[in-house]
């Protein structure tokens, strides 16, 4: 019995330490590059695709575990984070370190073993997450900006997983997800702004919950949408939409819109989370019309 929940605690806080569901969040960001990448399945390729998975999940469970030992002191104060395995007592600093520096090691090396770009954005998204986001979260809002960087890379990343090359289409991908980052997590800075106060983190572009902080969201929504559909006029390489699936793209972006809009409105703890969880299912569903119009066409 004593083993048996020795070995749950261990998954769990493994789980909690690597933010399992963010983690695979980012995962699929990295499959549906990739399957945009690739030209067609074959037993090779499905390899290719599951070291990119594992190695995704590596590097983004490396980041924030290495992000929970910096900020321990500083989860200890807020109620959504108080429970993390290393502010909480449950798992020793260094006990963290080593999990973060084996899951960079194993991710950096199942990256590389596809090929070295993929490897060098994945070792950079772990850099900038963990030395340059994670400090400034406590002196500047403009830690958002810096955070997009790492968070737009897995979208791009499978894309270079795919094809050994970062071009215009990876650089599309990866500005679709950069612009999203923006309105993403104001509106998480917004309805946990009470709890991310106790910590000293201002992650709202004016400081504030008020209508210059609703107007940006509003703002990188739109550029968002233009982002997303810049695949439609033919100037991103391999990489195009279909003019029915740039119709169902910018539908997606005006439902997001929409929201951002009633943010603006109402300046609601309920309003900005309900555009939180519109935005994860608008990240996800437009990857998934990129990637049935490719097969599709």
């Known amino acids: 019995m004593t083993n048996t929940i020795s070995i749950k605690s261990i998954y769990l806080d493994f789980k909690a330490i690597t933010k399992a569901g963010l983690a695979i969040s980012v995962v ?8 945009l990448g690739i030209d067609h399945f074959e037993t090779s390729t499905l390899w290719v695709l ?29 109620d959504r984070t108080k429970n993390r395995p290393v502010a909480s007592g ?32 994945g070792a950079i998204s772990i850099f900038l997450y963990t030395s340059i986001y994670t400090p400034l979260k406590t002196m500047t809002s403009l830690s958002v900006f810096v955070g997009a960087f790492p968070g737009a890379i897995p979208f791009m990343l ?5 094809t050994g090359e970062f071009g215009i289409e990876a650089g599309t991908l990866f500005l679709i997800q950069f612009f999203w980052q923006f309105p993403h997590f104001w509106a998480i800075g917004w309805f946990l702004y009470e709890d991310y106060e106790k910590a000293g983190f201002f992650m709202l572009p004016t400081g504030k919950k008020d209508n ?24 991103t390489g ?10 169902l793209v910018f539908l997606l972006g005006l439902w997001m819109l929409f929201y951002a809009v009633k943010v603006y409105q109402l300046r609601t703890t309920k309003s900005a989370r309900t ?3 519109v935005s ?18």
Do not use: H
């Open 28 to 35: 699929f960001s990295s499959i549906a590059g990739f399957v």
């Open 50 to 78: 599951f070291k990119l998975a594992v190695g995704g999940y590596c590097m983004v469970g490396a980041s924030n575990a290495y992000n929970q030992v910096i900020e321990k002191n500083l989860d200890a104060l807020m």
């Open 90 to 121: 449950r798992m020793q600093p260094k006990l963290a370190l080593i999990v973060a520096t084996l899951l960079t090691i194993l991710g950096l090396t199942l990256l590389y073993s596809i090929n070295p770009k993929s490897a060098m954005f």
């Open 158 to 162: 499978g894309w270079v997983a795919a």
């Open 212 to 235: 210059g902080t609703a107007l940006q969201i509003i703002l990188y929504t739109v550029w968002l949408i233009i982002a997303s559909l810049l695949p439609m006029f033919g100037y």
């Open 238 to 247: 391999s990489l195009f939409l279909t003019p029915v699936a740039a119709v």
């Open 275 to 277: 555009l939180m969880l």
């Open 280 to 297: 994860v299912s608008y990240i996800t569903l437009l990857q998934l019309i990129y990637i049935v119009d490719k097969f599709l066409r």
